[in-house]
């Protein structure tokens, strides 16, 4: 199946980022308002959906951890049919498409098939929840790299090494996790395997969207305080030194209040 001979619709993968629509690319927003037909992830903020057309069709092929979601297979499917009957179709992705968002599967699904597929970056999660925390994720004083890292077993079934990441912290670089929420007990253990307890953490849910919530605490305290705080999904986890600023300021408003 190819374009030719078909009328010309046309794919984008476009980031819809964290969620506050300001924060879109002007490249995002063209694509979104140019669509007839949008499939959007649940992560997908309904800000960012208001620049469709009235008549787009929108399509929620939302895909949470732990409930049913639509199948891959189907959401590249539809992707396809739809492109190859004329449509303008945006695959909406949290985020960056190509950052933990199987941006790269679908492309290459389509590109098997013939459709030549436009990706447009959005600012990823993690970056934007660094940010809410007023945190330079490489400040020099710090880090001198940063590793974006999934907290869900790898797709081959293999586990996440924990200890070899918290060694890599302990070198300097921070780490910022991804879906780290539902297996925060083994990313703690194991991290605490290579870096001190005292190293400081932060958990931030719903970056960048009115309903933000986080949490800065140590490495010791990770558990308990998403626990006490009551923070879930989505959410990252970012630990390592280049905290330690946020720190101080996050106790001195504590003594503030005290006081
Ligand atoms: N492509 C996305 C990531 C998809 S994986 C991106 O680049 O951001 C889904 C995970 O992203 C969630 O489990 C959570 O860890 C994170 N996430 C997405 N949006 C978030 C937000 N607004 N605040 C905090 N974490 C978020």
Redesign the pocket.
């Known amino acids: 199946m190819t374009f030719t001979g078909t009328p010309a619709g046309s794919v984008a993968l476009v980031?819809a980022g964290?969620?506050d629509p300001e924060l879109l690319t002007l490249k995002a927003v063209r694509a979104i308002r140019r669509a007839s037909v949008i499939l959007a992830d649940d992560?997908v903020s309904d800000g960012v959906l208001r620049f469709a057309r009235r008549s787009a069709r929108i399509v929620h092929v939302g895909k949470r951890?732990g409930c049913t979601s639509t199948p891959q297979a189907f959401i590249e499917k539809l992707m396809l049919a739809e492109a190859l009957k004329g449509e303008h179709v945006v695959r909406l992705?949290?985020?960056?498409?190509f950052?933990?968002?199987r941006g790269g599967e679908e492309a290459e699904h389509l590109l098997t098939h013939g459709v030549v597929v436009e990706v447009v970056n959005?600012i990823?999660?993690?970056l934007?929840?660094a940010t809410s925390l007023g945190v330079g994720l490489t400040h020099r004083e710090h880090a001198h790299g940063v590793i974006f890292v999934t907290g869900h077993a790898r797709t081959d079934g293999t586990p996440m090494h924990w200890p070899a990441l918290g060694a890599a912290a302990a070198q300097g670089l921070t780490l910022v996790i991804?879906?780290?929420?539902a297996g925060i007990k083994d990313i703690r253990s194991g991290l605490l395997a290579s870096l001190p307890a005292a190293t400081p953490a932060a958990l931030?849910?719903?970056?960048?969207?009115p309903t933000?919530r986080h949490a800065v605490c140590t490495l010791e305290t990770l558990v308990t305080t998403q626990l006490a705080e009551g923070i879930g999904?989505?959410?990252?986890i970012v630990v390592g030194d280049v905290l330690r600023g946020v720190r101080r300021v996050a106790e001195q408003a504590r003594r503030h209040l005290a006081a």
Do not use: E, H
Request: aromatic residues 6%.
């Open positions: 980031g964290p969620g992560l951890g992705k949290g985020g960056d498409p950052v933990f968002g959005g990823t999660a993690g934007a929840a991804y879906m780290g929420v931030v849910q719903n970056a960048s969207l933000q999904s989505p959410a990252i």
